[in-house]
């Protein structure tokens, strides 16, 4: 069936790294991706997206890469900091009616000082 | 900067209760979603609601769920008998004014649901 989901449950990296999570997804129709961060206790927080006419996009300190050829998409951080340990969900939207999200099992990002 | 916001953050209630989780979506928004989260699972589409209708609904949005927009600021989702089973942070969501397939969803805070 169609899924989104992600390669690591929980990514451990040291302050200052660069991070890189990724997600792969099955639905070839879909045509928006996006990515949110959800720390405890908080809703999903939009970081970044990306539509399916583009390979790359970057924010401040992010960048979400779209490989549609094998269906993959990550979420780059750089300069990984403490305030960015959280648990990071993607997200698609496979052009139904109703604007519904599909969102990925989730991985966490824990940055060690 | 324009958040979505829900009310209450905690509820508790009794198998077979009735509950009724509220929203206020980003003002000038017009679609309005929500979503539930089972401690340690993933996000889970309920419903999508625009015009004063239900776009879409999941399996999970059986009869015992509803939702309505009793006036121009509020958007509400009710249980009307719950389940153990419903326990879970419900988190409500709302698009901006494009309403493409495209439109980014904001989040709220989220409710937990605690059924006993």
């Known amino acids: 069936g169609e899924s989104v989901g992600l390669h690591l449950p929980t990514l451990s990296v040291q302050e200052g790294d660069n991070s890189i999570i990724n997600c792969a997804y099955s639905?070839?129709?879909?045509?928006?991706f996006i990515w949110y961060k959800q720390e405890s206790g908080k809703g999903p927080q939009f970081i970044i997206d990306?539509?399916?006419?583009?390979d790359k996009r970057q924010g401040q300190r992010v960048t979400v890469l779209l490989n549609k050829t094998v269906k993959h998409l990550s979420l780059q951080i750089a300069a990984t900091q403490p305030g960015d340990s959280a648990v990071y969900f993607c997200?698609?939207?496979?052009?139904?009616?109703?604007?519904?999200?599909?969102f990925g099992g989730g991985t966490r990002l824990m940055v060690k000082p | 900067e324009p958040e979505v916001t829900q009310t209450p953050s905690h509820q508790v209630t009794q198998m077979g209760q009735e509950v009724i989780l509220r929203c206020v979506p980003i003002?000038?928004?017009?679609?309005f979603y929500w979503y539930r989260q089972i401690l340690g699972q993933k996000v889970e589409f309920l419903v999508s609601?625009?015009?004063?209708?239900?776009?879409?609904k999941s399996e999970i949005f059986d009869d015992q769920f509803s939702v309505e927009r009793p006036d121009g600021s509020n958007f509400t989702l009710k249980i009307r008998s719950t389940k153990l089973e419903d326990s879970a942070m419900y988190f409500c969501?709302?698009?901006?004014?494009?309403?493409?397939?495209?439109?980014?969803?904001?989040f709220g805070p989220g409710t937990r649901l605690t059924v006993l």
């Open positions: 969501a709302s698009g901006d004014t494009s309403g493409t397939s495209t439109d980014t969803q904001y």
């Open positions: 639905n070839s129709a879909s045509d928006y």
């Open positions: 990306i539509r399916s006419n583009m």
């Open positions: 997200a698609e939207n496979g052009l139904n009616a109703g604007n519904m999200l599909t």
């Open positions: 003002s000038n928004h017009l679609y």
């Open positions: 609601f625009y015009n004063n209708e239900i776009s879409e």
